[in-house]
């Protein structure tokens, strides 16, 4: 039985449908870039940008309001003795100033749950969004 000694073709990998999708990924990209920030109705204005050593913001946040829920159901915020409508008024002039105004609140461990609560509802009344408790961890 005679042998045969024919050869397949050599397997070869067909780049040219690859080479299409990079350039089309190439154009699509060029196409969705913005190549600059102004257009160009701005660009064309003469303006001298004044130059600054430290470009940080002009005023900064201010601290967190803290909240003391005593024992007794006594509050104080920012360790001046309030009552629960002074401390309506403090939170809505303090929201007034500063619109991402931040409270936390401290409860007392002896103090009735209510009293907290009474103060978290009062900041939600003035809208404020921001408030933390502050807790203990047990250490065991």
Do not use: W
């Not at 690859?18 to 089309?24: A, G, R, S």
């Not at 007794?72 to 939170?91: E, F, R, W, Y």
């Amino acid at each position: 039985m005679p042998l045969r000694n024919q050869r397949d073709e050599d397997t070869s990998i067909n780049l040219t449908p690859l080479i299409d999708i990079v350039f089309l990924l190439i154009i699509f990209f060029m196409v969705g870039t913005r190549f600059s920030e102004m257009d160009d109705s701005e660009r064309n204005i003469n303006v001298q940008v004044p130059q600054v050593a430290d470009a940080s913001t002009l005023t900064p946040a201010p601290p967190k309001k803290v909240i003391n829920v005593l024992a007794d159901g006594s509050m104080t915020i920012d360790q001046q003795p309030v009552n629960i409508s002074q401390l309506a008024q403090k939170l809505a002039d303090g929201r007034i100033q500063y619109q991402k105004l931040g409270v936390i609140v401290r409860g007392d461990a002896n103090a009735r749950h209510q009293h907290v609560a009474d103060v978290i509802a009062t900041c939600r009344q003035a809208d404020i969004t921001d408030v933390s408790i502050v807790v203990r961890q047990i250490q065991r």
